[in-house]
Structures are given as C-alpha cells and as structure tokens.
C-alpha cells in the first residue's frame, strides 16, 4: 500500500516547479520582441501541463517517491491551469487551444502526435509574430528555436527524462533497446 505523501511537501514542491516553469518561460521570452512574451508564456504553460499530466507513463519510483511525484505532478498541472498563472495568457491559450490536437494520454507515447504539438506551437509563435510590424519580427526559424528550448527546459524542470526510458521499455519487452546489430545465428 502506498504511503501518503506529505501534502504540504508536495504542495512546496509543485509551487517550486510552477516558478521554476514560468521563470523559464520568462528567459525564453527575452531574446523575442515583449509583445511576444505572453505567447511564449502560454506555448510554455501549455508544454507544462501536458507534460505534468503525463505522470502515470513515468517509469516507476520506488515508494514512498512514486506516490511523492505523482502528487507533485498532479499538484503542478492544477497550478498552471489556476487563475494566477493564466490571467494575463488566457487569450493567448485559448487561441493556442483553437490550433492544436487537445493532448491525450497518447501525447506521451505517439511520435506523431508530440510531433503534431510541436509543429502547432512553432505555428502558433509564427502567428504571433506576424501581426507585428515587419521591423519588429524576430528572424527566421525563431519559433522554432524557443519551441525546441521549451521542451528541454520543462522536461528538465517536471523531470520527465525517464518518460522516454519507459517508452523505450514498453516497446522493447521490458529490455532495454540494444545499439548492437543481434549477432548472426551459428550454423
């Protein structure tokens, strides 16, 4: 039986994950024009609490931290969707929401949808950016640069590295996926 964790640990936890994901957000905004910021806010708010919701295809910890992350997860998706993170971005997520595929639990398992969302978000950036005055927007392939950084940015903050060991175990029978070619079969 898992032990219960204590809650207001958790709560610490998650609120420290929260300002770490909109401090993150915040440097990828700089290098951009600040008109651009609360669309760089919501593409990572949006990244963040998919990813948070992705807690059950973790690999698993052993108790009593399995049960510690999923309700510091769980607590982490609740405050990016709270009032006081979304105040100033709820237009910008709304249209955000108006683009993409809503995430399923498969976002964490198909390639093509994570693919689908990345493609979206960089769309979404590029959109923003080009209701902007010509001399205000930013170069080439901007989007898909802070797009790309995001990612990295939240997976290293939430802590979700190891998703991608457990899908890579799912797939492989719970053995982990050699680089060798298999050795040729004796006569």
Known sequence: MAETPDRQKCEHLAEAKVEDILRAASSWAKEAPPAL?????????????????????????????????KTVLSLVAERLRSKRVIAEIESHLQALADM???????????????AEWVTTAIGFLEKSAGALPPKERPDSYWADDVVG???????????????????????????????????????
């Open 37 to 69: 910021t609360p669309a760089i806010l919501a593409v990572c708010v949006r990244l963040a609490e998919m990813v948070a919701d992705q807690r059950h295809y973790l690999a698993p910890l052993p108790e009593p931290q399995e049960t510690e992350r």
């Open 100 to 114: 993409e595929l809503r995430a399923t639990g498969s976002w964490s398992l198909v390639a093509s949808a994570q």
């Open 149 to 187: 950084g995001i990612i990295v940015s939240i997976k290293a903050i939430i802590g979700t590295d190891d998703l991608h060991v457990r899908i890579e175990s799912q797939y492989s029978g719970g053995k982990r996926a050699s680089a060798e070619p298999p050795a040729p079969d004796a006569p």
